[in-house]
């Protein structure tokens, strides 16, 4: 029996959640060509899919709106990028409105990542814009069984979730399980898109003789890693890694301090180059690749053995 995959999770949990849970969904375009990547059921406003304008600010206050009215909406931003201009009202209202009043604001962000030619704005994921703020829980899930689990609690809590997508993992039917061995060379943490390259560059160390571990890690903010995994890590001979498809000055270093404290082990990030994404091949900025995982780790172990 074939799997479903991630996009048709996606699109399932949109149409319950309109159709049978009297929610709403919002953004920007979601009619438009692809119904944001085949992620959305071909529903209408008269179903609870609001086409928002063109003004990137005012869509984040008309779903804090709707959230204190209880439609508890899916606020889509198409662009994880475009939280620069979605993520103020979001994070200065919604995510404290029940800390200071009491009122629970209630908001599924879907923020969606994609590179390649996209140009200085829309590109990659953005997730550690949220991570510093109070009153918000942040997911990265890439499976199936991930989001769908993500959904259900969202239902059953009042904070606002931020969910950081990736188009290119839309169509993965796979639910990823950790690799983990009782004393490895090496342990990776991977977020978001690059779980799928830490998986190839796994493979290709493994080819190698190195004993990797593999963690996926997609609850983000609460950070939530058990005994097993922080053990890995603190028996791993030469420290880890943390993989992210964001700037490694955020969530990143402050998950790899989080585990070099848990495990007194080293850890090490790799994300995004500190540089600006242009529209060209040669001046894009994509994540780590399975490869430059790869080399980036054999560096480590390298010196570490020096």
């Known amino acids: 029996m074939q799997q479903k995959s991630l996009r ?3 699109k399932e949990i949109v149409y319950d959640h309109l159709k049978t849970n009297n929610g709403i969904a919002m953004g920007q ?6 119904w944001v990547g085949g992620t959305l059921p071909e529903l209408y406003e008269e179903d609870g899919m609001i086409e928002l304008s063109m003004a990137d600010v005012a869509g984040g206050g008309f779903a804090v709106g709707s959230a204190l009215a209880g439609k508890r909406p899916i606020y889509i931003i198409r662009y994880q990028g475009f939280n ?11 995510a404290k409105s029940k800390e200071i009043w009491g009122i629970p604001c209630p908001i599924f962000v879907r923020s969606i990542a994609m590179e390649g030619g996209i140009g200085p704005v829309a590109g990659s994921s ?56 009782e004393k490895a060379d090496f342990t990776i943490f991977a977020i978001s898109i690059t779980r799928f390259s830490a998986i190839k560059a796994h493979e290709a160390l493994s080819k190698l003789g190195y004993v990797i571990n593999l963690i996926h890690l ?10 097993e995994e922080l053990t890995s890590l603190k028996n791993s001979k030469y420290g ?13 270093k402050a998950i790899a301090y989080e585990l070099m404290c848990n495990t007194k082990n080293n850890v090490s990030v790799l994300g995004l180059k500190n540089k600006t994404a242009g529209f060209d091949k040669k001046v894009d900025n994509l994540p ?11 560096r480590i172990i390298n010196l570490n053995k020096g």
């Open 84 to 94: 620069w201009f979605n993520a103020p009202i979001i994070i200065n209202y919604a």
């Open 8 to 10: 048709q999770t996606i």
């Open 240 to 252: 880890g890694l943390v993989l992210d498809d964001d700037y490694v000055d955020g969530i990143a």
């Open 218 to 227: 997609w609850r983000l903010k609460p950070l939530i890693l058990n005994e």
């Open 126 to 181: 953005h997730h550690s814009i949220y991570y510093r703020m109070p009153g918000i829980k942040i997911f990265s899930p890439m499976t199936p069984n991930e989001y769908s689990t993500v959904y259900k609690e969202f239902m059953a809590k009042e904070e606002v979730f931020y969910i950081s997508e990736h188009r290119k993992s839309f169509d993965n039917q796979e639910n990823f399980e950790n690799i983990i061995n």
């Open 29 to 34: 375009c979601l009619s438009a060509v692809g």
């Open 288 to 298: 780590p690749s399975s490869e430059e995982i790869k080399k980036e780790i054999l």
